[in-house]
């Protein structure tokens, strides 16, 4: 997910020199607090699970312009044919790993005549899926950092070498092209290895039986995307972004806890946020864990996830029953309420400009025009009624008794000006703009009654105008509003045409945007920067595995 | 120096596998011989001693007909104007270190707004002169690998960072790209460092009081040569080849000797030399020292390089008394002889054709059309009586007893078959060709008389199709010939205008390969790839030291 950033904040300061500060201003937690939670944080990390993986296949690359993004990869020989041949002939060669894999690759170079007597040259890019590896990075139109790209130029200067890329990778294909050598020696790469790595050690239950064919491939592309993505915090993506965000953070676990049970990593996840907290008590978006573990503080301030956080924790809560770190981090969930008034009118409905003139940052769903602000009224009192249940849990509910009477008066403000009930549709802002985000926040939040909930998402479907997902973040939301309403078919369909849109169309984990009309669509102008193993779009196996009846 | 290669020949064979399997063929040499050498060479291994060095200044890139291949550089501002602006806007600086290094780079980047949220790609790129950094590298037309090319591409995935590059550069000046970067923070190059490394730990004497200021300058560059090719062997060149050949070994060690006077890197050399020959006794031209000790062994047998060792352990005796080793090493020295008398013809005039279809390599120069015969003859002839010379030193004149008469019927054949006296020059070939090649060595090697060496040497001046010298390697020869006829101003001429040539257009270090008329001459088709410190190139050290009354 890219992030927006206050130009403004000349903010270098570690957590180590931050936390002594705090203790002195008014920071909304204590010095202990947080150092028992950066502690907790730190005794809950995982430690990484190494595998050693080879390349299965050498594979060609193809124009096709009924494959995804118009490229796709056809068979091209053993890897024994690479290795027993001079290199020299073979630059260009495509190796494919046969799965997505996040880790460190390694190769070995040996002559084959003569010693050698210059140093070779090489280019190994790394792709997570083939139009990657076909496209030219340069000259380079993203608006990310073009370093987020996976070419990386490497000289031996002796051999034999077995050489380490430095640099953590995550691909399924390596592209190696030869860029200098010399006519006084002939070499081959005799070996290739890739250290894999993920903190996940365990395995899920397998699907009830009978399940079809494309849903438990669309469970088993969700759970290779999961797995890749929780490393030592739940990352977004482990190509490019690499670090914990709330939303992806919320997502995951969700997801997690119905396959893998890696609850440790929650929990730690859950802690770093709390511990990297903003001063005010509000919590950052992001955190990253080098060169210490660090909030992005310069971004500006993302408010709808700062209210998910309560909902991880109490999906954390129900998993586990750990009550002692539902209590520990209950001030911090307690605290991101005490945002909920600060920008309603006096009718008690979100004014998305003004939460924006004091820099929050709405996202919703990457998707340009989207108006937010029914979606957002609806966030706030879903995670209110999350956060009250939460309350109740760990026997809190005096510290929300505010809460209730604003849920009503959002509730009904949210019936009065939001609810067209001619078209049956919720609409945002002064446009009136339909979208799907809209339905399905006012479903989700319990604004929308079942019979108001079934009508909307229907209405959606001839609704020709209604803005729809950029992301698989959005259709989470847009696919359990469909489960809540009772539409299961409807669910069931989403989740295949959509995520088994991906997958068929070949992917091996899921993708950070999809839009099946658009193989190429990215919120950064070059889609070969998009993350094709994104956190946030492995909840079908959450879908899958906890409602079986409906995905089978 | 570029090398030939029998592409026949595969022979991945360490030393370590090699000498025991040598001990029970027809190795010329014992294994205990073999062995005992590797032992002491690896014994007479200098420490390198490593020296930090800063960036002194930056520099711009300015086109200019006039200067050296077109190319000059400006001053653009101290160190302090690059570290403490943010680096986004300073993408394609030139740093200067202010003199040529060899080593390995380390810079630093810190953030100065806002945490890093995105890698960043940098190229580096390390020039000896200024059209290296101003000269697009591809498509690369050379014909020696495109690795030697010294830019790479770095990826930095975590502020703040200190980054070294394993990759040890030759170079002064730093060109530093930014190919990738993030809106979301700033960063600075805050510092950069440079490990330099070399083996000389002595000074030279001071020059003579009253040496001009061109003689001094000279001197100096020759010195700065011979320091950065000085390393755990004499290397050819830091940039480009990094090994030990025997032409490069025998004028660097004279420099050697009236200069820094490391003696054991000679010793160590001429060891690894020996224990490392050829089975039947004769030597490679060239070894590396990686990934252990070994030879160049698919390369031709370098005929003229083999017979120059003898003149190197001569010359070491000389400088050190050192008899231990002389006597040590006689047996090599004593088995390079043996080849002498192979492609003699009746007369005792050498055949290179004959020499040639034996796969024999015979350098003399770089310069397409050199006709060699006269050339190898004086050679032979010259090393004839330096290694009786040497034989005299050590008691061993009993066995070179063949070698009094073969010096005087190649002399005689020479002086018949060779000399022209109507135009006092000595010609080479069936062609009849005049070339300072020919002259050179006809007058080192004795074949000439002084008063024939005298003419010879003027002759050519006026000689309009006498093939010139390419390299400094000739050149040197050339000087000497000069000396040895007597011809003292005209030495001191050549010195000054050829290596002053190379001075006044701003040469560091001097060049492997120059031609006053052709900046951009080079061996291998394209001259970045050019070695700009060059061992060979050095000796103008050695003529103004041993002979300070013709340079002053």
């Known amino acids: 997910m890219l992030k927006k950033i206050k130009p403004s904040v000349l903010s270098i300061i570690w957590a180590a020199i931050l936390l002594p500060a705090m203790s002195k201003a008014q920071d909304h937690y204590t010095a202990e607090q947080r150092r028992a939670w950066l502690d907790k944080a730190e005794a809950s990390k ?31 020989g053993d890897m024994e044919s690479l290795y027993s041949r001079s290199f020299k002939q073979q630059s260009g060669t495509v190796v494919d790993f046969g799965e997505h894999l996040t880790g460190y690759f390694t190769f070995t170079i040996k002559s084959i005549r003569n010693f050698s007597d210059a140093p070779l040259r090489f280019k190994l890019t790394f792709g997570e899926v083939p139009a990657e590896l076909a496209t030219p990075f340069d000259p380079y139109p993203g608006g990310l950092s073009r370093a987020w790209l996976q070419d990386e130029t490497v000289t031996i ?36 290895k890739f250290k894999a790595v993920s903190s996940v050690s365990t395995q899920p239950e397998p699907l009830q039986p009978g399940t079809s064919a494309l849903i438990s491939k669309i469970d088993a592309t969700g759970l290779a995307t999961l797995k890749e993505c929780m ?128 820099g929050w940052w709405l996202f919703v769903d990457w998707r340009d025009g989207l108006d937010k602000q029914a979606s957002l009224q609806g966030i706030m009192i879903y995670t209110m009624k999350e956060t009250i249940e939460l309350a109740r849990k760990l026997g809190k509910e005096q510290e929300v008794a505010t809460l209730p009477p604003l849920i009503s008066k959002m509730t009904a403000a949210a019936r009065t000006s ?18 799907y ?44 509003a469909l489960i809540q309403s009772g539409l299961h078919q409807e669910a069931r369909a989403l989740v295949e045409n959509y995520w088994g849109g991906m997958v068929n169309k070949g992917a091996d984990t899921f993708w950070e945007a999809y839009d099946p009309d658009n193989d190429k669509l990215s919120p950064y102008n070059f889609f070969p920067v998009n993350s094709y193993c994104h956190a946030w779009s492995c909840t079908p196996v959450y879908f899958i595995r906890k409602y079986p009846d409906i995905f089978r």
Not at 164 to 186: E, H, N, Q
Not at 270 to 278: C, E, K, N
Not at 418 to 435: N, P
């Open 46 to 76: 995982p430690a990484l699970i190494e595998t050693e993986k080879r390349p299965v296949r050498l594979v060609k690359l193809e124009a096709d312009p009924s494959a995804f993004q118009g490229w796709k990869t056809v068979p091209a």
């Open 157 to 192: 200067t002796e051999l034999p070498a077995t050489f380490t890329l430095p640099r953590r990778v995550a691909f399924r294909y390596l592209k190696i092209d030869l860029l200098g050598s010399s006519g006084g020696f002939d070499f081959v790469i005799s070996d290739m």
């Open 231 to 358: 490393q030592t915090v739940y990352e977004d993506g482990p190509k490019r972004d690499r670090r914990l965000w709330i939303g992806d953070l919320y997502l995951e676990s969700l997801a997690n806890t119905y396959s893998f049970k890696n609850h440790q990593l929650t929990k730690r996840c859950l802690y770093i946020l709390a511990a990297l907290a903003q001063q005010d008590g509000f919590l950052y978006a992001s955190t990253f864990e080098t060169p210490q573990l660090h909030a992005q503080e310069g971004q500006s301030f993302l408010f709808e996830y700062a209210l998910l956080y309560n909902v991880a924790l109490k999906e954390y809560l129900m998993a586990t029953s750990d009550r002692e770190t539902a209590l520990d981090l209950w001030p911090v969930a307690r605290r991101q309420m005490d945002n909920i008034a600060r920008h309603l009118d006096s009718k008690g409905l979100f004014q998305p400009e003004s939460a924006q003139k004091e």
């Open 418 to 435: 939001l609810y067209d009930a001619k078209s049956g549709l919720f609409l945002s802002g002064q446009s009136r703009q339909v979208s």
């Open 437 to 480: 985000a809209s339905q399905s926040w006012m479903v989700l939040s319990g604004v929308a009654s079942k019979a108001q909930a079934q009508k909307a998402m229907k209405a959606l479907a001839t609704s020709k105008n209604a803005v729809k997902p950029g992301t698989p973040y959005l259709t989470h939301y847009y696919v359990a």
